[in-house]
């Protein structure tokens, strides 16, 4: 972070820096600042002390705009914003909502006027969004009534209101926006009791961003205190409006302020690959809505004190350990060598846009490389000057970044990367929370710092990945947070992922002992369990149960008829099957005919396919005559489980003679080919 944006930083947290001859002296209400603060004062103290010394500028730099201009153009983070929400009309994603609470019995009246007030006194609440020629322009009503609604859950059992408030909120959150016409801005009172209330306020991304959004809440306190009395408040000067910010930053692009910028970014990105292969548990899918959730992360005060002492060395910040550690984690789920992470900045850079409410925020894309060998002790490195050089080329909209690199966009994939990270910080954070703010990538990791040590949620989309495996995967950041602390010159590619009680849970790994892994394949030990306890359930789908005599009997059935079609060692065989009791069939018959499956999913286009079967070279499909009009006509040899269902009781239910070859080819998983033709990955 370069020194003006320290000092803005500063300055909203009502933290005063001086200069006193060589020395900072720094004048700060008790409890802000934090040990972080401190440090990184200390890091910038030279380019502060010429900051303040410089001499302040007489005019501001950003002007107001002519009284004509009634229709305006869009910032670049609004244009953002726009082009998203016109992706999917009906996306909820980019609404975030807080709560505010009220202890003490609430003016419903005077909370109203001061509503009206806040929105008479800020133009870009009174905004919407029409097109004209096909273009967005952002247009200023010259009055505007927000509406306040009031819920009352007073007469509620006391059992069931919190789940009722829990619904208000969640309601709020997920309330459609009219861009075109507006308004933008939801609020609704919630009551709980006649001395516990709740504010409620939904508000689309475009018009405000999270530190925006606690400048909005603190002038609707404050001009409800005005208004009832509570204590003498009258509002600070505006010098801008958010209007006049939307015209300034567009004349400046106009003049080539942004070139030399731009140039560094191409240069930076130039050949980073164009998405990130997480391992998903499903495909991604366009007709599918974005389904947020989260899951929590824990460091514990020990991880986060060695991480504390790890930065200390690199003269890092928390920001940049936190997100070489997200890095990290993402290289290994991976193994690609560079990893592209976005991370949202503030554009108050400005004296005059520290109390601008507005969307005043721009990304950086944020690349890390994992050549061999590298160690936690040199990523912080890379990622402490990769962070530092980011800052100082934080003017160019990511929109022309993005224009300049991407030549051809995936509806489903965020262009340059599909991962965020997000370091949680925000005037008045303590007196207001947020609970949704919509973001749209694969991942989204937010990280705090509270007195247990660093915290943070992972949000997700639902629609590609299990809560399970996220739980996981929110483990293993702290697992390996704590090793590259610990071990900051061991190679990243050798540090443990999996805790050691994680280890002994899932491997059965307790007090030095360990479980003997058995020499027989998976399909002998289905085998050996069909002898020992041929009636216990082995497989229920549905109202279908099987045996595991009745599994293994199947398989063997089957095994035998890929065999007499030539099905032996490293021979593929295609398995194209609905969820059903005959998929977990199929791989067994397969691995006993002395083969290898490839799993095709029949929801895939048919185009992909195609191409698997042509690439892996399957002699044998086995599928379902349902699924037949989705293949292509020029198929291997089919057998149709359903269809040749009395053709395979013909053959010998007794298990072909086995393979015994040790680290045979299991399976053959194809890559989701996002970064060109998808590749086969040779599973043992």
């Known amino acids: 972070m370069n020194a003006e944006q320290l000092l803005s930083e500063l300055r909203t947290l009502d933290i005063q820096l001086t200069v006193d001859g060589d020395r900072l002296r720094c004048s700060a209400p008790e409890g802000r600042l934090t040990p972080d603060l401190e440090q990184r004062i200390q890091l910038a103290k030279a380019e502060l002390l010429r900051v303040l010394r410089a001499p302040a500028p007489a005019t501001l730099t950003i002007p107001r705009r002519a009284a004509s201009d009634t ?54 609440l009174r905004t919407c969004f029409p097109e004209d020629r096909g273009l967005p322009t952002q247009v200023i009503a010259d009055e505007a009534a927000p509406h306040l609604e009031v819920w009352d859950g007073v007469a509620l ?23 075109q016409r507006g308004p933008l801005l939801r609020l609704k009172l919630l009551r709980a009791s006649d001395t516990e209330q709740s504010l409620v306020l939904t508000v689309h991304h475009i018009l405000c961003d999270a530190w925006g959004l606690g400048i909005l809440l603190s002038e609707l306190r404050g001009f409800y205190a005005q208004r009832t ?49 997480l391992p998903t548990d499903r ?109 100082t080329h934080s003017d160019v909209p990511f929109e022309r970044v ?91 590619d050798e540090l443990a992922l999996v805790s050691e009680e994680q280890e002994a849970e899932w491997f059965g790994k307790s007090h030095g002992a360990s479980i003997p892994v058995p020499e027989e394949s998976v399909d002998q030990w289905i085998e050996r369990q069909a002898m020992k306890r041929p009636h216990a359930v082995a497989v229920v ?14 398989a063997n059935r089957l095994a035998n008829r890929l065999r007499t079609l030539g099905v032996g060692p490293e021979t593929l065989v295609a398995l194209c099957l609905e969820r059903s009791a005959d998929l977990v069939v199929a791989p067994l018959a397969v691995w006993k005919a002395g083969g290898a499956y490839v799993p095709i999913d029949p929801h895939f286009p048919a185009s992909r396919i195609e191409l698997m079967l042509e690439d892996s070279g399957a002699t044998v499909i086995v599928t379902e005559s349902g699924l037949l009009d989705r293949l292509p006509q020029n198929l291997p040899t089919v057998i149709c489980v359903d269809r040749d269902r009395a053709m395979l009781a013909r053959e010998s239910r007794e298990a072909p003679s086995p393979v015994t070859a040790r680290n045979r080819l299991a399976y053959v998983l194809y890559t989701s080919g996002s970064t060109g033709i998808p590749k086969g990955v040779e599973i043992t």
């Open 71 to 124: 229709v305006l153009p869009l910032s670049f983070a609004q244009e953002r914003f726009w082009l998203l929400q016109n992706l999917d009309p009906q996306s909820t994603a980019y609404n975030i909502t807080a709560v505010l609470p009220f202890s003490g019995a609430v003016d419903v009246e005077a909370l109203r006027w001061a509503l009206e007030e806040v929105v008479r006194r800020r133009e870009v």
């Open 157 to 179: 059992p006391e059992s069931k209101r919190q789940n009722a408030i829990d619904e208000q909120i969640d309601e709020m959150s997920r309330q459609q926006l009219d861009m």
């Open 229 to 277: 009395g509570a204590w003498p408040w009258q509002p600070p000067a505006l010098p801008i409006q958010y209007g006049d910010y939307a015209v300034w930053e567009r004349q400046q692009e106009a003049t080539g302020a942004f070139r030399a910028q731009l140039d560094y970014w191409k240069q930076k990105l130039r050949d980073v690959p164009p998405y990130l292969e």
């Open 283 to 391: 495909p991604h899918s366009l007709s599918l809505p974005f389904e947020a959730k989260l899951q929590p992360v824990q460091l514990g005060s020990e991880t986060s004190k060695l991480l504390k002492g790890h930065m200390a060395e690199a003269g890092a910040t928390p920001f940049m350990a936190l997100l070489a550690v997200f890095q990290a984690l993402l290289h290994r789920f991976t193994n690609q060598q560079t990893i592209v992470v976005g991370t949202p900045v503030s554009t108050r850079t400005r004296p005059e846009l520290e109390r601008l409410i507005g969307c005043l925020i721009n990304t950086h894309a944020l690349r890390a490389d994992f050549p061999a060998g590298m160690t936690a002790r040199q990523l912080l490195q890379q990622v402490r000057g990769t962070v530092l050089e980011a800052l």
């Open 402 to 492: 993005v224009s300049e690199l991407v030549r051809s966009r995936n509806l489903a994939r965020s262009p340059l990367f599909q991962t965020a990270f997000i370091e949680q910080k925000t005037p008045h954070a303590g007196e207001f929370r947020i609970v949704s703010g919509g973001t749209t990538f694969d991942l989204t990791m937010y990280v705090w710092e509270t007195e247990r040590g660093f915290e943070g949620s992972i949000e997700y989309d639902g629609h590609l990945f299990d809560a399970g495996t996220i739980a996981c995967w929110a483990g293993s950041y702290a697992t390996l947070a704590a090793a590259m602390a610990r071990h900051p010159d061991t190679p990243i």
């Open 541 to 554: 789908c549905g109202q279908k149960v099987l045996s595991y005599r009745e599994v293994n009997e199947r």
